[in-house]
């Protein structure tokens, strides 16, 4: 898992861009929820980007040992192939997800 920190992208000139991930072909889609996702691993790269409210990112390391990583607007969490996780909002939550296709 990687988390990205939007306010700490300070690029030399406008419109320069950081690469989060590549996700061919991809879909874009705005969740709202009050509820837990399920553990899950994505097939494919998953781009999670909280734009309202807070989410707890629960995930494993390859020792199997849960963390959980809060995030808030301006927080970006980059979820590889394989990587186990579930998304717990705190209250409502409002969510951009980029991910593969047809992926869960």
């Known amino acids: 898992m990687r988390f990205i920190a939007s306010a700490d992208f300070t690029p030399d000139r406008p419109w320069d861009a950081l690469n989060l991930a590549t996700i ?3 879909t874009v889609r ?7 996702y399920v553990w899950h691993r994505n097939d494919g790269t998953e781009v999670f980007v909280v734009v309202a409210g807070e989410v707890d990112m629960h995930y494993r390391d390859g020792r199997g040992d849960e963390h959980v990583r809060r995030l808030t607007p301006g927080l970006i969490c980059v979820a590889e192939i394989g990587d186990e996780h579930k998304a717990v909002p705190i209250g409502a939550a409002s969510i951009v997800v980029v991910e593969q296709e047809g992926s869960i």
């Not at 705005?30 to 837990?36: G, K, N, R």
């Open 24 to 26: 061919s072909p991809a």
């Open 30 to 36: 705005l969740h709202w929820t009050d509820s837990e």
